[in-house]
């Protein structure tokens, strides 16, 4: 029986590296892997791969014999033939599935953000801060009359948000986190101009602490995978990170009664 080459042994356990990560780990977990991790993950196994054969000469000589016989020898004629053809091909497709047009996606009926119901009185677990219009961060008037309080607050805030909140909305607050794109609604970008400055501190103390779950009827269906926070982090932390949110943007929210 002829014995396998090392380079195909190589190829063959790359390849199923791949169709694990891509297949097997997202429906075991029920989340797709995003393919960012995947290409992370790849690139070491592919490392890996390339230190097993180097350890020694007479591995690596074995491990390029195929490659080298391909380019070089009149009998692989056929091969580098069908490779030539093949590639093009190959390179053509993934071009083509990353450029073209996609279809449009049905509507979604889904608001921009979810609407706070008529009436609404603004709450931390069971305890009522108030309605949404009279409730101001507790700690934002700290920016004028004790500064430097203010930063621990804002650095508080920003322990908060990299403890807990990253891993979706990302390192710079982009919505572009390790899991975002496996996420629908993907999640909210606080970069964009359109969201902090439409908003009050309020509404998003309320999008915070209830998370997706958490929603009212009359917010869904928002209800996306954003954990109801409130089980998890104080009433402080909550308000901290809404502060660090507008520093590290640089984005003031809106106060009541600004806009329609």
Known sequence: MKRVSLF?????????????????IGSVISVPIPSSVISMYMGLVL????????????????FIRPIHETLVDENRKNRRIILAV?????????????????????GDPRVAHPVPPSEFKLTYKDKVIGTMQEVENPHRHLEKDKPEEFKSHVENGRRVYYDNCFYCHGDHLDGQGHF??????????????????????????????????????????????????????????IWDVILFLSQYTGHSYRTFGEGH
């Not at 190829?11 to 990560?21: G, Q, S």
């Not at 490392?47 to 074995?62: Q, T």
């Open 47 to 62: 490392i890996a791969i390339l230190v097993h054969v180097s350890v020694e000469d007479s591995r690596f000589r074995e």
């Open 86 to 106: 093949l590639i093009p091909l190959l390179l053509l497709g993934y071009t083509y599935t990353n450029i073209a047009q996609k279809a449009n996606p049905a």
């Open 8 to 24: 195909t042994i190589c190829f063959a356990i790359f390849i199923a590296c791949w169709v694990f990560l891509r297949f097997v």
């Open 180 to 237: 975002a794109h496996g996420l629908i609604p993907l999640p909210a970008n606080f970069q964009d101009p359109g969201i902090i400055p439409n908003f009050q501190e309020a509404f998003f103390f309320w999008r915070i602490s209830k998370g997706g779950p958490g929603l009212p009827p009359a917010g869904t269906p928002w209800n996306s995978a954003m954990p109801v926070w409130e089980e998890v982090l104080t009433e402080d932390e």
